[in-house]
């Protein structure tokens, strides 16, 4: 039961990621299930074990594992710094695709609800910019 509510932790932790908006994205990110999925398979009973208490903060999680880090198994060690920091690129990707895309977006969608502007700009053929194309990809969305 604790192993469970260990795993919903980290959900909630990663949820908590993915809205916030820090550095731009620019490399591989991680969706949420995978993420989820390796932290609790990498780190979860060192987070039972040594962070029970924290906050489901993602910094403060973080900070617990690198402050417990004589502790913490190897394979946390390995996985923890690769999922955050490929969910805080998606994350930024997230927060950043509408103004990154905009020009493409008013260039091939124009009169498009800002709801169906991804969806518009991913069944585009042509004309989505590099740069637009790869920042929807990061975030997840193609």
């Known amino acids: 039961m604790d192993r469970i509510l260990g795993l919903h932790a980290i959900e ?5 990621v993915l809205l916030a908006a820090p550095a731009p994205a620019s490399a591989q990110t991680m969706s949420f299930e995978d993420a989820a999925a390796t932290l609790g398979a990498s780190c979860g009973k060192d987070i039972d074990d040594n962070c029970r208490g924290v906050n489901l903060d993602p ?13 913490v198994s190897a394979q946390c060690k390995a996985d923890y710094p690769r999922v955050f920091s490929a969910l805080q690129q998606r994350a930024a990707a997230r927060a950043g695709v509408f103004k ?11 009169g ?31």
């Open 12 to 16: 909630a932790l990663l949820l908590a």
């Open 59 to 71: 910094s403060r999680l973080k900070d617990c594992l690198i402050r417990n880090q004589d502790v």
């Open 100 to 110: 990154i895309c905009e020009r493409d977006a008013t260039k091939l969608c124009s």
């Open 112 to 142: 498009a609800p800002k709801a169906d502007v991804l969806h518009c700009l991913g069944s585009a053929k042509r004309g989505v910019s590099i740069q637009c194309s790869k920042t929807i990809a990061d975030a997840g969305y193609r």
